[in-house]
């Protein structure tokens, strides 16, 4: 019954590629075949720490990180930003959360050997501030650590960090000023479980400063390695 109501829903309500948001043909599950020519996956040499696709591979770390130190340990993203910037804004801003089920897995499958290396116990998302989330309706980076927790069977602890200040957005802002526009934006909820080994989940990963921010919290909470996931990153410039 339960597969017949899917099919049902899927013929009334065709899912679309996340990538274009066309309808996919039958045969087709989640990005299409064309968009799967088009977009690029962050493939090797990478940075060392954010896991940005470098050119030269006797180079240890991309532009940005070589300027700065990072209170995570390492990271990792899916896709170039570039190339999937639309479909991004739609999950974002245009309830597109059914995209959440495709790049969660996708993360699994391209990401997914990596993550386990890291031996995490949680898997912690960038939250949103509160106001902001409830006009939107979701965090679509729970939602993409949802569906990552459920695909690589490592919980979700979505309410162990908190956002107190309604922040500029950084895409306006200068590196400085991303660090100044952080400051005391996270606090950490009262929670009685020591994490040692952490991933945090986030969709894009910039310079790095949303990031940073959350993982000095948690360092000072006492865990020891802080890693990240995020659906897309910019390229090295």
């Given at each position: 019954m339960h597969k017949l109501l899917e099919c049902l829903g899927e013929l009334l309500y065709p899912p679309r590629c996340p990538v274009?948001?066309?309808?996919?043909r039958l045969w087709d599950k989640g990005i299409c075949k064309e968009c799967l020519?088009?977009?690029?996956?962050?493939?090797?040499?990478r940075c060392l720490k954010c896991g940005k696709h470098i050119e030269n591979e006797a180079q240890e770390?991309?532009?940005?990180?070589e300027k700065r130190e990072h209170y995570f340990t390492e990271g990792r993203a899916l896709f170039v930003y570039k190339d999937?910037?639309?479909?991004?804004?739609?999950?974002?801003?245009?309830?597109?959360?059914?995209?959440a089920s495709v790049?969660?897995?996708?993360?699994?499958?391209y990401l997914g050997d990596c993550i386990?290396?890291?031996?995490?116990?949680?898997?912690?998302?960038i939250p949103l501030y509160l106001k902001k989330e409830r006009r939107r309706g979701y965090n679509q980076a729970a939602l993409l650590a949802k569906a990552l927790g459920t695909e690589l069977g490592i919980p979700v602890y979505e309410g162990l960090v908190k956002r107190i200040r309604n922040t500029t957005p950084l895409k306006q802002l200068n590196p400085e000023e991303r660090l100044n526009n952080l400051k005391k934006?996270?606090?950490?909820?009262?929670?009685?479980v020591k994490l040692k080994r952490v991933i945090i989940v986030d969709d894009i990963y910039t310079?790095?400063?949303t990031l940073d921010a959350v993982s000095k919290l948690l360092k000072e909470w006492g865990v020891e390695e802080i890693f990240f996931v995020t659906l897309a990153i910019g390229e090295n410039v």
């Amino acid at each position: 019954m339960h597969k017949l109501l899917e099919c049902l829903g899927e013929l009334l309500y065709p899912p679309r590629c996340p990538v274009c948001d066309k309808v996919n043909r039958l045969w087709d599950k989640g990005i299409c075949k064309e968009c799967l020519q088009k977009i690029r996956y962050v493939k090797p040499p990478r940075c060392l720490k954010c896991g940005k696709h470098i050119e030269n591979e006797a180079q240890e770390f991309c532009t940005d990180c070589e300027k700065r130190e990072h209170y995570f340990t390492e990271g990792r993203a899916l896709f170039v930003y570039k190339d999937i910037a639309r479909s991004v804004h739609r999950f974002k801003y245009q309830g597109r959360r059914e995209y959440a089920s495709v790049y969660g897995s996708e993360m699994a499958y391209y990401l997914g050997d990596c993550i386990r290396s890291w031996h995490a116990q949680a898997l912690i998302p960038i939250p949103l501030y509160l106001k902001k989330e409830r006009r939107r309706g979701y965090n679509q980076a729970a939602l993409l650590a949802k569906a990552l927790g459920t695909e690589l069977g490592i919980p979700v602890y979505e309410g162990l960090v908190k956002r107190i200040r309604n922040t500029t957005p950084l895409k306006q802002l200068n590196p400085e000023e991303r660090l100044n526009n952080l400051k005391k934006a996270f606090i950490l909820a009262e929670n009685g479980v020591k994490l040692k080994r952490v991933i945090i989940v986030d969709d894009i990963y910039t310079t790095g400063s949303t990031l940073d921010a959350v993982s000095k919290l948690l360092k000072e909470w006492g865990v020891e390695e802080i890693f990240f996931v995020t659906l897309a990153i910019g390229e090295n410039v």
